[in-house]
């Protein structure tokens, strides 16, 4: 019997240590379920298993953020500065609980949060400082920031602009995603209704003024360390992006117009290959979301881009040199898996906010792996393994039998009100925790392996107390010098063009370039959406 010819490989031009060819990608007739080359497409093509650029890695690195903020903008700058010259190729900024829940330093709930899990960012001042000596145009900018999100955009945008550049050159991210607020994470301000809107602006705005910025990274990250499966974080994480685009459609925006800007973040458990196998899964789905069910008729809309960051949720207090290894064996699945931009969590983020000597450690995991394992010479390298291929395609079923049962409840919103979401996590957290406790699901030195003697405590990083009162001090004296009658103008501009049909990311942009702080940005949208009040179990 004949043997059958499998299809031509590309050209190959990188070499093994050996000095055996390997090819930029590879086909035959593999064992792998469903891995034939008409049924798996190539790279950079519906439905994208193997990934959205045709060369993958062997043409471009993925971005290699290290997140990072705390205490005053001054200090926070002076660590980002460090991480540029450390090689980081990207920004990645951590704000603190104030920032986030839309409250100046000096606020009554500000008390004691101050700088404590990220920077205090309160006014164009602040941001002024942030970015001091950093090129806006030239740094890809990734800022962790959701409710609050189109506030600190403003602010970037009106620092950028100062510094010369155009909002059009831009390159970075807003998380932007509030439905996983209510879901998993509780930093949350403004109803549903008022969110979407306040989102779906932030889409229209960027799709005409900042084509290079993603005005929302969708976010699984969360999800997964409340709790959820793999499959979960898949499934409700698309049910929140259908949400999202949804609500952006409704707003008269053209699918096409700003789909290609949304952008997507993972976590990297420690499920070696049922990660990989959620991130091809995860490509698959979210192209046949956008061209089955919303109809894109633009590639660039199919494909799924996103950020990847390995757990939090595994580090361990316990040896937490551990959590090196732990870290890698995640961002070396990220990477298999095809990931666009990676955070490497540092060894001692069980304990404290990381100091500068854990943070280049876990950039330094990210560049060996990039540049001594060669898993960068072939795009999806595990493509066609029998398991592989298999847990992608059963990932990829389980995530629309939930997406099924989510449209079947009335959709996102529905199962996020009535705690149909937050229930189906907080069971699987509940089964998992089980698991460790008896020891059927084993963590090294916690419930295995453990240390008979006390460890020499590592040196965590502390955050003074006098950097509060700094902070509070400063937004005192930037709104004593500001011309406050321009400042109250903008703020009742925005105020009215949110009660109507006004864009409020353009007003929010006109307001803290009128020196404007978040606090006060946030008591307007407050003042007109309302408080969102969370769903209880009761």
């Not at 990220?118 to 962790?144: A, C, H, N, P, Y």
């Not at 229209?204 to 929302?216: D, E, F, H």
């Not at 995530?399 to 069971?427: A, F, H, M, N």
């Not at 965590?460 to 937004?475: D, F, G, S, W, Y």
Request: net charge neutral.
């Amino acid at each position: 019997m004949e043997k059958k010819k499998a299809p031509t490989q590309t050209k190959a031009f990188f070499e093994t240590r050996s000095g055996i060819p390997v090819n930029e990608v590879y086909w035959g007739e593999s064992p792998g379920a469903g891995a034939s080359k008409s049924t798996l497409g190539e790279a950079a093509q519906f439905p994208f298993t193997r990934g959205v650029q045709k060369d993958m890695y062997r043409g471009r690195l993925w971005t290699m953020r290290q997140y990072a903020g705390f205490g005053t903008a001054e200090e926070s700058n002076k660590r980002y500065h460090y991480l540029l010259s450390q090689g980081t190729m990207g920004l990645s900024v951590a704000f603190d609980l104030p920032t986030q829940l839309g409250y100046d330093p000096d606020h009554a709930r500000a008390k004691g949060e101050v700088g404590r899990v990220g920077v205090s960012i309160s006014s164009i001042e602040d941001m002024r400082t942030l970015f001091k000596g950093i090129d806006q145009s030239k740094v890809s900018t990734s800022m962790t920031i959701n409710a609050t999100g189109g506030i600190l955009l403003a602010l970037y945008v009106a620092v950028a602009e100062e510094q010369g550049a155009s909002s059009q050159e831009l390159r970075g991210t807003i998380q932007n995603d509030v439905l996983k607020e209510y879901i998993a994470r509780g930093n949350y301000i403004y109803p549903a209704e008022g969110t979407l809107r306040i989102t779906t602006d932030t889409f229209a705005w960027c799709a005409q003024n900042a084509p290079k910025w993603n005005p929302i990274s969708i976010s699984g990250y969360h999800i997964r360390e409340a709790g959820s499966t793999a499959v979960q974080e898949l499934a409700f994480t698309f049910a929140n992006a259908i949400a999202y685009t949804e609500a952006a459609i409704a707003r008269g925006l053209p699918v096409d117009q700003f789909a290609g800007q949304l952008s997507f973040f993972f976590n990297v458990h420690n499920d070696f290959f049922e990660e990989i196998a959620k991130f091809r899964a995860a490509r698959r789905i979210w192209a046949k979301i956008m061209k089955e069910r919303f109809k894109a008729k633009d590639p660039r809309s199919w494909m799924l881009r996103f950020h990847s960051q390995t757990a939090g949720s595994t580090l361990t207090a316990q040896q937490p040199h551990n959590n090196v290894v732990r870290v890698t064996m995640q961002a070396m699945a990220s990477v298999l898996g095809g990931t666009q931009s990676l955070h490497t969590n540092s060894l001692d983020e069980a304990l404290a906010l990381p100091t500068e000597a854990s943070a280049k450690l876990a950039l330094r995991t990210q560049q060996i792996i990039a540049n001594e394992t060669n898993v960068t010479q072939t795009v999806d390298p595990l493509g066609g393994s029998w398991f592989v291929e298999s847990l992608t395609s059963e990932v990829e079923a389980r995530t629309w039998k939930y997406l099924e049962e989510i449209d079947r409840r009335g959709g996102t919103i529905p199962c996020i009100e009535s705690g149909y979401i937050q229930d189906e996590i907080v069971s699987s957290a509940y089964s998992d925790q089980k698991r460790i406790d008896s020891g059927e699901i084993k963590v090294v030195g916690v419930n295995c392996f453990k240390d008979e003697e006390v460890a020499v405590p590592l040196e965590t990083m502390k955050i003074p107390v006098e950097l509060e009162k700094a902070a509070v001090q400063r937004v005192q004296d930037f709104r004593k010098k500001r011309n406050d009658a321009q400042t109250q103008k903008a703020l009742k501009e925005l105020e009215a063009g949110a009660k109507a049909d006004g864009n409020i990311q353009a007003l929010t942009l006109s307001a803290v370039k009128a020196n404007a702080t978040l606090g006060e940005v946030s008591d307007v949208l407050r003042k007109v959406f309302g408080l969102y009040r969370e769903y209880s179990g009761f």
